[in-house]
DNA sequence: CTATACAAGTGAATTTTATCACAAATCAAA
DNA sequence: TTTGATTTGTGATAAAATTCACTTGTATAG
């Protein structure tokens, strides 16, 4: 009796890239009560073709039955497991300005797995503020707080100018990974996954649609 | 005398999403005081190929010289026409949480043309707040505003549950352009760019390549 | 002035990604 | 049961994106 082969592909950015839609589409689904849907319902919600929804779980497994669909908790419980969203990561935020306290304070994150365990700053008037439940501490304390303290994500909400070398105290200490919303490359070293979010490329798309447009 | 034909093909969406990062190297560029650069050095402080650079930049036009490179002040300038940061934008922010705020008071994108002229939520704790400038406006009077103000350019930051209808408003009203930092599918219609930027799909894919990585 | 190194722009080849279309499995109605 | 309608998973195909490699032009050193 043969077991199943599996497919020794590594799975394509294009499609990793789309990971985070799918559970939050799913998580849609969970919330309305839906029970089941197809591949075709589904892809129509994302605005994708449903050959593209199959493809891309194909690379992971097979989470559906054929004549019927899929069963919605499964698949929650598929995409969680393939993204990671059963751990939870300790992190702690480098910048508390506006993004740094929106980062801190939205539930979505910590619901997900994120828990942020220290926030610093370099503004005297704004050390020692209370954030919620965590005081904002001196940012010349940062590498002893990472020698004390386990964190394997560092979140940069730095002005550009110095996330460079917030990234280097991090790195040093042995962060697992960099969430990084300042609008500058970071040089790493293999042993950290360096993930940027740069909100200002997004409103420069959005201007070069609307002049394409006119 | 022939003139040059132009090639008549759409600009690849692979393209378009790079456009932004090119302008963010090239800015940093000018403020280094670098004249001039070839596709190679460009190229590898970005972190893509030099190929693929000089490539990208021929569906817009020819912006460098063979045996000497690019004119750094040039290729700003042509990349910023291409995204149209030339322009100016009537803005306005509906959702005055942390988001709200760190978008309203983030000079990066007033420099590119971004003009926040109004601001808007529906908690009566915060209606009234000064926030630089700019008095947060009872999200009620939204559509009398948009009535009595040119406003290009919606900037949703709201809960899930609400941004369709927000959105809908603005659509109604005949805004251009939607950027959206909620975490739904907005519906729209043919006349407006809706352009998404979805934080928490950043953090889980982070999470997935920690994941991937132990 | 000449020779050499440099470097853009681009057609062609390659690689990656997306779509098609169909066999196999399941469901549901009669 | 049996039949017809669904629907998955996947090889094959098509389309899109990236890289190669070469031609042409420019700069610069001697």
Redesign the interface.
């Known amino acids: 009796m043969d077991s199943k082969p599996i497919r020794m592909v590594t799975v394509p950015k294009a499609v990793?890239?789309r990971?985070?839609?799918y559970?939050?589409?799913i998580n849609?689904l969970i919330e309305q009560g839906t029970e089941r849907i197809s591949s075709r319902e589904l892809s129509q919600?994302?605005?994708i073709t449903s050959s593209q929804l199959r493809q891309d779980l194909s690379y992971f497994g097979e989470f559906g039955q054929q004549g019927y669909g899929y069963k919605v908790v499964t698949l929650k419980q598929a995409i969680s497991s393939?993204?990671?969203?059963e751990?939870i990561?300790n992190a702690i935020i480098v910048g508390a300005?506006?993004?740094g306290?929106?980062?801190a304070?939205?539930p979505?994150?910590s619901r997900?797995?994120?828990k942020i365990i220290g926030i610093f700053d370099n503004n005297p008037e704004i050390i020692g503020n209370k954030l919620g439940s965590l005081d904002v501490l001196d940012v010349k304390t940062l590498p002893e707080f990472l020698n004390k303290n386990p964190v394997?994500?560092g979140i940069i909400t730095t002005p550009a100018s110095v996330a460079q070398e917030i990234a280097d105290i991090l790195i040093t200490a042995g962060v697992?990974?960099i969430?990084n919303f300042a609008?500058?490359?970071l040089h790493g070293n293999k042993n950290v996954?360096i993930?940027?979010?740069?909100?200002?490329?997004?409103?420069?798309?959005?201007?070069?649609?609307?002049?394409k447009?006119k």
């Open positions: 990793i890239k990971l985070p839609m559970f939050r589409f849609q919600l994302m605005g393939i993204i990671g969203l751990k990561y300005g506006n993004m306290k929106a980062i304070g939205y979505g994150f997900r797995g994120l394997e994500v697992k990974g969430w609008p500058v490359l996954i993930e940027d979010i740069h909100v200002g490329d997004s409103l420069m798309t959005l201007f070069f649609k609307l002049n447009n």
